[in-house]
């Protein structure tokens, strides 16, 4: 089974710029889906912004405008280009991948906006 890591969290001023990475420990080609979702305290997971095999992108949201998806399926790797950080993007942000027979999350990573 393919694992998922996610880095490059960590705490920003509001209005900084974070971009996170989810690197995949097999070839994430197969993946028909990439997601990163986040998770603030006493809130439900939601969807931030995913990306299918074929690119088609869709954001949640106040997101859309502020965050860009990518994928690199070379370095096996989903990145989430976060900018014009506001305090309520604090969460803990999650990668999920998704592939026929299998749904892949990762541990998470923090995400702290505050001054």
């Known amino acids: 089974q393919v694992q998922l890591v996610e880095s490059g969290g960590g705490l920003v001023q509001p209005g900084g710029s974070l971009r996170l990475s989810c690197s995949a420990s097999g070839s994430i080609f197969s993946f028909y889906y990439m997601g990163w979702y986040r998770q603030a305290p006493g809130k439900e997971r939601e969807l931030v912004a995913a990306i299918t095999g074929s690119g088609v992108i869709n954001y949640a949201g106040s997101e859309k405008g502020r965050f860009t998806i990518s994928r690199d399926n070379a370095k096996n790797t989903v990145y989430l280009q976060m900018n014009s950080l506001k305090p309520e993007d604090t969460a803990d942000y999650y990668c999920?991948?998704?592939?026929?027979?299998?749904?892949?999350w990762g541990q998470g990573t923090q995400v702290t906006v505050s001054s």
């Open positions: 999920n991948g998704r592939r026929v027979g299998e749904i892949v």
